[in-house]
């Protein structure tokens, strides 16, 4: 695997050597209302790999602050693609465990003059906030007296008043030249069930006050963050220093990463799950973890991807071909390699034996010896890509089988075809092929050199398969399409599948294995396989598609 290197490292390895922390702490604080996506795996494999370059620890914190989209499936859906990137979190932590030592350090804002209640309506108090270029209004509340505020803060989390009648706002300034901290809220009230804390509750702190101080109390060294959140680190600052925490944790921003053709937000992929665009969270087409998952992306892949796309404080977008090639990296010399036929083409070969079926050695992995060898059938009836021959060979060019033309099948023998049957519409239905004895495994025959090399299965043995072939989601943005929402400009040709065969050696294969398939591609079982049905999700071509934009 790369190795991580970032400006963060850089960070790290000083704020070590000038002793202002002595451990590295990180943590993962997503919110537990979706599926994690690519996006999310940059966040966690910088967080993992930078606190185990220094032997240091990471939390997996679920930010359940906010209570209203909040759901157990999701939680575990974390924990398991954490699971399946190889991390253990150090702590599994619930923001919301927080919420009473949070209402304390609120109470002791209060207490210090640096917090009001404001019965401002939210509308309101966005009118006072001003703008980038004018400073905001006091709030007539922004005045009231500790105990006062100290009495409605308690009312607040009684019950005694509905939602957004009262906020319970930080008094910092409300000209500062950075709009957050412009008195920002800190607490709202909600009568909503929270999914932990049941009617426990009916206030709930903001994301800006929750934060830090949820940093501070795991003992985080550094947190970090995307860009998005740079103009909040000053706020960041100031609760940790005004609530006076004992640990002062320090946040650092990185650069969201973006792929082509994909659109990594919450609301996109629950809107593609919900309108039933796609199959589920999971489907393969999707760029949440599980669904990459299923379609074979592997860990390591994904590592490779990430920290080979590098962190900096800029968003960057990566091609998305660049995920299939570190899969093809990763997999060259671990997958296995059988024959499947995608598109079958019937071949017999009429001089051999009716009813005699053969086995022939062949190598698991042609470029890796250690992972040995097994036996493949071969027979009277096979199968070939439909592509693979072609009535009358067009020009030298053609390395593969047509009438009147010998290629090796390969582990085989030598085949020629001689006879090509159609049906009355002129579609062919099968050929008609000789083998030569002589030629068994395909071994070099002096003077005689075969019009190419071709896979094959063998008919009576193999077993039926579907392979389940997949584009981008979305069709590459052109000038007439810029302007559409995403929804309008989704792939027709995302998902195809089609009805081949495999060699009988796949018959006890299971959800996950991943295999190159010969001459065709890496492939990984799907979970909807089953003995008599198998299913293959083509996880990328075996060489890249990408061109070089000119
Ligand atoms: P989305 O934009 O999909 O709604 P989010 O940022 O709201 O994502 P969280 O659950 O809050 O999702 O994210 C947890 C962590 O993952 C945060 O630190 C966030 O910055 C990070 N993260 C999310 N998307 C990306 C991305 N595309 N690139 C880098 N980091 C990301
Ligand atoms: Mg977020």
Redo the contacts with the bound molecule.
């Keep these: 695997m790369a190795e991580i290197n970032n400006f963060i490292k850089t960070i790290m390895e000083s704020d070590l050597e000038s002793g202002r922390v002595d451990t590295i702490a990180t943590r993962?604080?997503?919110?537990p209302t979706?599926y994690l996506?690519i996006?999310?795996a940059?966040?966690i494999i910088t967080n993992f790999e930078l606190a185990k370059c220094f032997n240091g620890t990471t939390n997996l914190r679920f930010?359940d602050t906010n209570p209203v989209k909040e759901d157990q499936k999701f939680i575990d859906a974390i924990i398991e693609d954490l699971k399946w990137l190889g991390y253990t979190p150090t702590n599994i932590f619930f923001g919301s465990d927080y919420f009473e030592k949070t209402y304390e350090k609120a109470v002791l804002l209060i207490k210090k003059g640096l917090a009001y209640v404001d019965d401002s309506t939210a509308e309101e108090m966005s009118k006072m906030r001003g703008t980038l270029t004018t400073p905001g209004v006091n709030s007539p509340c922004r005045n009231r007296s500790v105990e006062e505020n100290l009495r409605l803060f308690e009312e607040m989390r009684e019950g005694k008043y509905a939602d957004g009648e009262k906020t319970l706002r930080a008094k910092i300034d409300m000209a500062h030249p950075n709009m957050n901290m412009r008195d920002p809220a800190m607490y709202r009230i909600m009568h909503v069930t929270h999914h932990r804390q049941g009617n426990k509750w009916c206030i709930y702190p903001m994301y800006d006050f929750a934060h830090p101080l949820q940093d501070s109390i795991e003992g985080i060294t550094h947190s970090?963050?995307?860009l998005e959140f740079d103009n909040h680190r000053i706020l960041y600052d100031w609760f940790v220093e005004n609530c006076e925490m004992e640990h002062t944790p320090h946040q650092y921003e990185f650069g969201?990463?973006?792929i082509t053709n994909t659109i990594?937000?919450?609301?996109y992929i629950k809107q593609l799950v919900d309108s039933k665009k796609v199959s589920g969270y999971d489907d393969p087409r999707m760029p949440t973890l599980v669904g990459i998952k299923r379609r074979g992306i592997t860990p390591v892949a994904l590592k490779n991807f990430i920290l080979g796309a590098g962190l900096s404080r800029v968003n960057s977008t990566i091609d998305d071909s660049q995920l299939d090639e570190c899969l093809r990296e990763d997999q060259k010399m671990k997958a296995i390699r059988p024959n499947a036929i995608v598109h079958p083409l019937k071949v017999i070969i009429t001089n051999y034996p009716e009813g005699q079926i053969e086995y022939l050695d062949c190598p698991n992995n042609a470029e890796n010896e250690a992972l040995g060898t097994r036996k493949i059938a071969f027979g009277r009836e096979c199968y070939i890509e439909e592509d693979d021959f072609i009535e009358e060979k067009p020009n030298k060019k053609w390395k593969r089988l047509a009438k009147d033309v010998e290629v090796r099948f390969m582990h085989a023998y030598f085949v020629k075809c001689n006879e090509v049957i159609k049906d009355e519409n002129g579609n062919i239905i099968e050929i008609h092929c000789t083998y030569d004895p002589e030629t068994k495994s395909g071994s070099g025959f002096e003077g005689r050199k075969p019009n190419g090399n071709i896979h094959f299965v063998e008919a009576t043995t193999a077993l039926p398969a579907e392979f389940r072939l997949f584009e981008p989601l979305l069709l590459d943005e052109t000038e007439e399409n810029k302007d559409l929402d995403f929804m309008e400009r989704l792939n027709p040709n995302s998902w195809q599948q089609f009805e081949g065969f495999v060699e009988a050696s796949l018959a006890d294969t299971v959800p996950g294995t991943h295999y190159q398939f010969v001459r065709n591609g890496y492939y990984v079982t799907d979970k909807d396989s089953r003995e008599g049905h198998l299913v293959f999700n083509r996880t990328c071509e075996l060489k890249s598609s990408f061109k070089v934009q000119k």
């Design positions: 993962f604080p997503p919110e979706a996506h996006g999310h940059r966040a930010d970090l963050c995307s969201r990463l973006n990594m937000s919450k609301r």
